[in-house]
């Protein structure tokens, strides 16, 4: 996606937003796909922000994701599942905070 309009940026982020629930899922139901459920938050966390705009907040969101990531290799499902979910939750009240622009 190209541009910085506030359209634009929403949609990223809800784009975003929709592959960090398939992460938290994949916690929940531990299976083959997880792994792939996972890398796919990931790619799409790792693409830049339409116009750079939402680059400092994705940084924070991305720090959350890998050490989620790394509390789920150690085995601590309850760390690992509170990271995730503050991340979504960043991720909506970022969704309404530009919506109220």
């Given at each position: ?32 796909r ?6 796919m ?31 789920r290799?150690?085995e ?26």
């Amino acid at each position: 996606m190209s541009g910085g309009t506030t359209g634009v940026r929403v949609a990223h982020l809800l784009r975003v937003g929709g592959y960090l629930e398939g992460a938290i899922a994949a916690l929940w139901m531990p299976n083959r796909r997880t792994e792939s459920l996972l890398a796919m938050a990931r790619a799409s966390l790792n693409e830049k922000s339409p116009g750079g705009k939402d680059e400092p907040f994705l940084e924070e969101v991305r720090a959350l994701f890998e050490e989620a990531v790394s509390y789920r290799k150690k085995e601590d499902f309850a760390a690992a599942m509170a990271r995730l979910r503050v991340a979504q939750d960043m991720i909506s009240l970022r969704i309404i905070e530009l919506c109220g622009e």
